[in-house]
Every structure is written in structure tokens, then in C-alpha cells.
Nanobody, 128 residues
Framework: VQLQASGGGLVQAGGSLGLSCASSRLTFSNYVMGWFRQAPGKEREFVAAITWNGASTYYADSVKGRFTISRDNAKKLVYLQMNSLKPEDTAIYYC??????????????????????WGQGSQVTVSS
């Protein structure tokens, strides 16, 4: 199973970037999909998650209102649209898949240890 993230890059503060994550060999619609990030010298943190059918989305408080997670089960893709970016959003962003074709709680979605598969990461750098 592979998760391949793409779309990172360098942007000025206030700008926008979009990340996408493609899956292979996953029955994609059975999985909660999440985005996490890790900044240099910091622990990995939850960013956003979306349930298997896209009915529910969850966000870290730090990105709520600026980031949007979405998915396309037919294309086996999950997206993270990031607007109004701040220098503190600079990190490596990872997509992850949690086998759970049901309704999860926000606490479950935020728990990185639940996720079964992880992508290789995509660098996002926001300059001030």
C-alpha cells in the first residue's frame, strides 16, 4: 500500500497551497483519511481528517477556517486546501489512512496511532 502526497512548496504568508494524496491498493472508501504535520524540532501534530464518505471533517484549532479537507473516493484522492497560510504552518505534511468505514469521533481522528498507512510527506514552507 502506498500513499503519495504532492503539491507542497514555498509560498508567502497569506498565500494558498493545495496538497493531494493518492492511494494505491487501498479500498479507499473504507478509510478515514487524515493530514498530519511535523515542523523541525516539534512533534507530529494532527491537522485535519475526513470520514470515509466525506460526511464529517475535523480540524485542528490552529487551522480551522483556513484549511479544507476533501476527498474523491472514485479517484482515491484526498485533498488539503490551505489558505491564509502563516509561517507557523511550515512543516512536512503527511497524509495517513485509518481503516474505519464508520463514524469516528474527533478524538479518534486526531490520534495518529490509529492510522494504518502513512505517506512520505510533502514540504510546505511559508515565508514571512
Amino acid at each position: 500500500v502506498q500513499l503519495q502526497a504532492s503539491g507542497g512548496g514555498l509560498v508567502q504568508a497569506g498565500g494558498s497551497l493545495g496538497l493531494s494524496c493518492a492511494s494505491s491498493r487501498l479500498t479507499f472508501s473504507n478509510y478515514v483519511m487524515g493530514w498530519f504535520r511535523q515542523a523541525p524540532g516539534k512533534e507530529r501534530e494532527f491537522v485535519a481528517a475526513i470520514t470515509w464518505n466525506g460526511a464529517s471533517t475535523y480540524y485542528a484549532d490552529s487551522v480551522k477556517g483556513r484549511f479544507t479537507i476533501s476527498r474523491d473516493n472514485a479517484k482515491k484522492l484526498v485533498y488539503l486546501q490551505m489558505n491564509s497560510l502563516k509561517p507557523e504552518d511550515t512543516a512536512i505534511y503527511y497524509c495517513a489512512a485509518d481503516f474505519y468505514p464508520g463514524q469516528i469521533t474527533v478524538f479518534q481522528a486526531m490520534d495518529g496511532s490509529r492510522y494504518d498507512y502513512w505517506g512520505q510527506g510533502s514540504q510546505v514552507t511559508v515565508s514571512s
